[in-house]
């Protein structure tokens, strides 16, 4: 009996991820359509960044001509996880990975491609590599179509699409706030200061979400559950989270 092949089994079970993010990210490219970034540029973007939280928010905050201090730390405490992510993924990988591969590997981590890595018995650089190929050409190529459709199609039309926008965030948060009353209070929490920060005109929109993201972070910490990602299968780790990490 032939052994699978360790790399061909991690393609083949990233094919899902690759095709919820490809969908969940022609919401990003009609995003940065609405805020000017160019096709090619947001491609780029997706394909450097890889976290749809990050994303939004940098983008959001390069719309409202927001500096680039809020810019680096607003993207920075967003993706503030993916540090401890690295760290895990690190402990998981044989001496003999080496430091170039190790960052290789951490610059393509998602929540999901983590937890489909993780919920293998040995974790190796070749079948975690080739688990990032897929779901990382349907981030940028979904992102691209997205931008590029925007461009095309008339404004009345991007602006209804925005719409997508709003119900990817709606499939994320409502069944986690179902079954958890604490993502509940975060996102209330959440929402609730960031809308009494909304009405400080001074305070620009890439420092409200620095704001938010500090006071919701530290006020939910002490009490919230670590989250321990559960072994994945092809099927289980579709849970996107709207794209690449929200």
Do not use: K
Not at 3 to 28: E, M, Q
Not at 118 to 126: A, E, I, K, P, T
């Amino acid at each position: 009996m032939t052994t699978p092949n360790p790399a061909a089994a991690a393609l083949r079970d990233s094919i899902p991820i690759a095709l919820g993010y490809f969908t969940v990210s022609l919401a990003f490219g009609l995003y940065c359509a609405r805020m000017g970034v160019p096709p090619v540029l947001a491609g780029l973007i997706s394909f450097t960044n890889l976290s749809s939280s990050g994303q939004f928010a940098g983008i959001t905050i390069i719309g409202a001509q927001g500096s680039y201090l809020e810019l680096a730390i607003g993207v920075a405490l967003v993706n503030l996880r993916y540090v401890l992510m690295a760290i895990s993924l690190g402990q998981r990988l044989g001496p003999q990975v080496g430091t170039g591969r190790r960052l290789l590997l951490a610059a393509g981590i998602t929540d999901e491609i983590y937890a489909l890595g993780m919920g293998r018995r040995q974790v190796g650089f070749g079948d975690y590599a080739a688990s990032m190929v897929l779901p990382i050409i349907g981030w940028t190529s979904g992102t691209i179509v997205g931008a590029a459709a925007g461009e095309v199609l008339p404004a009345r039309l991007v602006s209804a699409f925005g719409v997508l926008l709003y119900a990817m965030f709606v499939a994320i948060v409502v069944p986690a706030a179902a079954g958890s009353w604490q993502v509940l209070a975060v996102v209330l929490g959440a929402a609730g200061l960031s809308s009494l920060l909304a009405g400080i005109d001074r305070l620009e929109v890439g420092w409200r979400i620095i704001i938010v993201t500090i006071v919701v972070a530290a006020a939910a910490a002490p009490w919230l559950p670590p989250h321990r990602p559960r072994p994945e299968t092809a099927e289980g780790a579709q849970g996107i989270c709207g794209g690449p990490s929200q």
